[in-house]
C-alpha cells in the first residue's frame, strides 16, 4: 500500500484485493495483468495498463479527490 497526502492506495491487479480494500476502505488502482479484464477490476479507482502508465499519469492519480 502506498500513502500520498493521507490518501492509502493499494496497486494491484486481482479482483478479490479490489474487493477486500474496499472493504477495509482502501481505494485501489489497478494494474492490468494476470489475465483480467477491465470489468473484473470493478471498483478500483482507476486502471492502467503497467507500472510506466501508471507513472505517467501519477500527479492525475493523486489529485483524485476523495
Known amino acids: 500500500m502506498t500513502t500520498?497526502?493521507?490518501i492509502i492506495f493499494d496497486i494491484d491487479?486481482?479482483?478479490?484485493d479490489i474487493v477486500a480494500?474496499?472493504?477495509a476502505n482502501v481505494r485501489t488502482v489497478?494494474?492490468?495483468g494476470g489475465g483480467w479484464k477491465d470489468g473484473d477490476l470493478q471498483g478500483a479507482v482507476?486502471?492502467?495498463d503497467d507500472s510506466a502508465?501508471?507513472?505517467?499519469?501519477f500527479e492525475a492519480l493523486i489529485a483524485l479527490p476523495g
Open 4 to 6: 500520498l497526502r493521507g
Open 13 to 16: 491487479g486481482a479482483p478479490y
Open 21 to 23: 480494500a474496499g472493504k
Open 30 to 32: 489497478a494494474v492490468r
Open 46 to 48: 482507476a486502471i492502467y
Open 53 to 57: 502508465d501508471l507513472l505517467v499519469h
